[in-house]
């Protein structure tokens, strides 16, 4: 059974940055679409990121609008693990964040993934 474990969260000033890790047991790691979704409270969770293989050899990064050019998403197959800079935090980025094996589908969405981490907080406030 693939289990997800995130680390990395804490409580953040507005401008600062994190790291999130996200630890994979399991085999086959590098094949599959890892994504990072979040849930602020009182709504519902939502699409951050995402990195899957290619058909041309390499993998992409996706991102929702409300945090590309500020987050990146990286992942080390070596060490079966997916990750999260969080650059130039706010307060709305405050939430829950999860990290999820995607199974296809469409990557930006919940249903596409079926193994899911525990959460880790995120809390950015001065």
């Known amino acids: 059974q693939v289990q997800l474990a995130e680390s990395g969260g804490g409580l953040v000033q507005p401008g600062g940055s994190l790291r999130l890790s996200c630890a994979a047991s399991?085999?086959?790691?590098?094949?599959?679409?890892m994504g990072w979704f979040r849930q602020a409270p009182g709504k519902e969770r939502e699409f951050v990121a995402t990195?899957?293989?290619?058909?041309?050899?390499?993998?992409?990064?996706y991102y929702s609008d409300s945090v590309k050019g500020r987050f990146t998403i990286s992942r080390d197959n070596a060490k079966n693990s997916v990750y999260l800079q969080m650059n130039s935090l706010n307060a709305e980025d405050t939430a829950v964040y999860y990290c999820?094996?995607?199974?296809?589908?469409?990557?930006?969405?919940?249903?596409?993934?079926?193994?899911w981490g525990q959460g880790t907080q995120v809390t950015v406030s001065s």
């Open positions: 399991g085999r086959a790691f590098s094949s599959y679409t």
């Open positions: 990195t899957a293989w290619t058909s041309r050899n390499t993998y992409y990064a």
């Open positions: 999820a094996r995607g199974v296809g589908g469409r990557p930006t969405s919940q249903d596409g993934y079926d193994v």
